[in-house]
Every structure is written in C-alpha cells, then in structure tokens.
C-alpha cells in the first residue's frame, strides 16, 4: 500500500509540471517506471528497464540518467541479438561519461558475442583503452590507420608513461649524483648552474672547515644549510619536471581532442537503436 502511495505521489507531481507532455518521453517514462516498480518480477524488471534505456539513447539523454538504468538491466535475460546493442551502447554511454573501467567491461562482452571488425569497432577499442591498455590501443590504431591513414593523428593518444617515468627518475639520479644536473638535462639551465654552484660551494666550505680543523662548524654546516641546498636541488628538480610534463600533457590533450573531433566528424560512434521499444 504504502509503495502505490509513493509512486501516487511521485507520478502526480511529474504529472503537474508536465500537463503538457501527454505523448511526450517523460510520459512513457513515467508509464515504464511505474510497471518497473510494481512488477515483482526480475525477468520483467529486466525487459522495463531495457525500454527505458533504449528510448532515453534514442531521445539523445546519454548522461547519468541512462548509466542508472543500465544498472537495473540484468543482461542475461536479454536475447543474444539485443545484448550485442545492449553491451555496445552501455560501453559507450558510460565511455561519454568518462566511466572507462564499466566502459571497458561492457565493451569487452560486446567483442566476445559480436563479429563486429568496423572502423567504428576499432575506434572505440582505441579510444576505450588508451588509458589502460596501450597494446590493444596501438593494435586497434594501427588496423585502422591500414584502411584510412587520417587515423594516423591518433597516435597522440598513445601517452607512454613508462618512457616519462623513466626520464624523470634518470633526471633526479643526476640531480642526486651532481647537484643541478638534472635541472639543466630538463631545460631549466639558470636554477641548474645555481644549484650545482650552491651545492659547490657548500662542499668547499666544509672541506675548509676540515681542513682548518673546526670540525663542530663543519658538521654544523653540512647538517644544516649543506643538506638543506642538497635536499632542496632533489625537490626542485622533481617539480619542474612535473610541471614541465603537465605542460606538454596538456598541449597534447587539446591537440589530441581538436584531431578526435576531426575523426570523430567523419567516423561518428553512433548507437545501435533497437526495435525494442514501448509504442
């Protein structure tokens, strides 16, 4: 009783802010949703959901709202036609979100129980796994770039993360041995020479200092301003070149969206529309 009240009360103010939407989505939505919420049933909780969904992509709502009802879907009671555009639209709907890892799970039962090989197949495979697996994206772009060398340009979205890790490491080992090395091998020539002649400098002092006997002041020194200069080029260093690879990251990410929008532009993921659908 208590669950007719509610969906009652729920359906009575979409009614009021909608009068005019009678044959509208939002009415068969509501219409759907009621029959989801009344049905005790999976099989049938399954088949609602799956209308919902199809006619919320079919009225271009690709946002959260469709992710929702891809949740409630249990796709095992669907027939192997309709999972194959089930699995397909739910790795791109939440590929448009920007929900990769349910992107990828959805994708890949869409390779397992599809012969799918088009252009538009392996578009998606590059551009799902740019992030997580960059051999099936390399794969997928060099297939394509075989048909159509505009897909080339793609390459950008290749982002080797291993190489960019092992330059910064390389740098700060330098950094670590001579002091400022590592800034100068990044670009950043002036703060390197100024590291290596502060870090320089320290050394002579304390050798001085030794050399002079005043082994209290030596210790002092090198324990204090010594290793803070040491300890200060390692910091420096790893910060610009962070900063340095931030930058060109994000130059290659508009130079990368303007060229996925061009290849977009002429090969559109588009979403397979099913028959499956409340009149």
Known sequence: M??????????????ILNLNAEDSLITKLISLEKSYFLSDSNYEKTLIAYQKFNLLILNNVQDEQSILEIDRIEYDYLLSSEQIKFFW???????????KIKAIHFFERYQEISLDSSNEMLLLSALIYSDFNHIKSTVSLVELSKRDTVFK???CLQKDEYANEKSKKLKIISSAFIPGLGMILNGDVIKGLTSTALNASSIILINYLILNQSYINALSWGFSLGLKFYTGNLKLTESLIDKKQNKKLK??????KNKWQIILDNYPLKFKYSNFLVN
């Open 251 to 256: 130059m290659e990410s508009v130079y990368c």
């Open 2 to 15: 208590m669950r007719q009240i509610i969906f009652t009360f729920i359906t009575a103010t979409l009614f």
């Open 153 to 155: 340009c793609l390459s």
């Open 89 to 99: 639209n739910a790795a791109l709907i939440n590929f448009l979100n920007d929900k």
